[in-house]
């Protein structure tokens, strides 16, 4: 599967934005979906995954409350609602795809298979 990430951009702290990851294929609503991000000088890290029906998703801690992923099966796209952002939420922002993905990994990111580019977002304060 290709994943192709769009929709960062430049906001003001307080502000909102919306990620989309299109996935090329048919078999999309096999795979689970997350978005991680990698912020400067930082290492890659979780933000929130759902799985294949959508019925089930887990968000970091640091961005409960805040941020919402979900899902289109029909349009091959998942999505990640930012809400209230922080300038600490600044970083480049990646979606990952995988087809066997257990709950007990849903967080690590070695566990996918597919990734797409990433899209920046930056948070002004």
């Known amino acids: 599967v290709q994943l192709q990430a769009s929709g960062g951009g430049l906001v003001q702290a307080g502000g909102s934005l919306r990620l989309s990851c299109a996935a090329s294929?048919?078999?999309?609503?096999?795979?689970?979906m997350a978005w991680f991000r990698q912020a400067p000088g930082k290492e890659r890290e979780f933000v929130a995954a759902v799985f294949r029906s959508g019925a089930r998703t887990y968000h970091a801690d640091s961005v409960k409350g805040r941020f919402t992923i979900s899902r289109d099966n029909a349009k091959n796209t998942v999505y990640l609602q930012l809400n209230s952002l922080k300038p600490e939420d600044t970083a480049v922002y990646y979606c990952?795809?995988?087809?066997?993905?257990?709950?007990?990994?849903?967080?690590?990111?070695?566990?996918?298979?597919?990734w797409g580019q990433g899209t920046l977002v930056t948070v002004s304060s």
């Open positions: 294929g048919r078999t999309f609503r096999m795979y689970t």
């Open positions: 990952a795809a995988d087809p066997s993905m257990i709950a007990s990994r849903i967080q690590r990111e070695v566990a996918y298979h597919y």
